[in-house]
């Protein structure tokens, strides 16, 4: 679930016959509705969503994208709040029952990244990051063989426009080139993390755990992430 303000939001889930169960709120939550199917492409078989963390959903102005993975990993993109919808296809790994993009996040109308990769095999650094700079119309793989593993967490740094971190069950990586590359920052497990609007705090929240951690000098990791 995710707002663009306080009265316009969007949630999802899992497909039913073939159509992403999108809702959205004009009303602050107050009442939700289904987002008519015929203004949806259809998923693809085996195609859905993982619980990510709520990472899998990103918002920016009007934009939003959604991250699916499975049978088929793809961005969907809609430019005017969930009125209408286009999907793109992405180049991670899919296929299997728990491959693909888990997250996704924007931070602006053009760039954005997706991570992800496959579940079952976390250290594996193949076909788990990608890179968009044309609003999630197309997509190409970043840090091949070369990044982290399995992540369920990917977010841009506020006020830093290279900046991006990605987080998940077997650490937390750093990168200050918009994924091209990265530093490993922290063994310490968890699922989901947003920074401060000022960028110098991450909460990260996962393993029974929520902590802020001051984030100021992630070239020296031993005092990046401190409780």
Known sequence: MKFWDENEGI??????????????TRDGGASWLKVDCSTLPPTLKGEAAFAASNGNIS?????AWIATGGGASR????????????????????????????AVD?????????????????SSNVGNIAFSSDGGLTWTLRSENDGPGYRSCVIWRPDHPEECVAIGSQGIDSSLDSGL???HISDEAYYTGRFSPDGNYLWLAGNNVVKRSVWSNVQNPQNSIEK
């Open 11 to 24: 949630m999802m889930g899992d497909p039913i016959d073939n159509c992403l169960s999108i809702y959205l």
């Open 59 to 63: 918002v920016y102005q009007d934009h």
């Open 75 to 102: 961005i969907f993109h809609s430019p005017d709040r969930g009125r209408t919808w286009k999907v793109a296809s992405t180049p991670l790994i899919q296929g299997g029952d728990m491959t693909g993009a888990f």
């Open 106 to 122: 924007f931070k602006n109308s053009d760039t954005g990244i997706a991570i992800g990769g496959n579940w079952e095999n976390p």
């Open 181 to 183: 590359k990265w530093t």
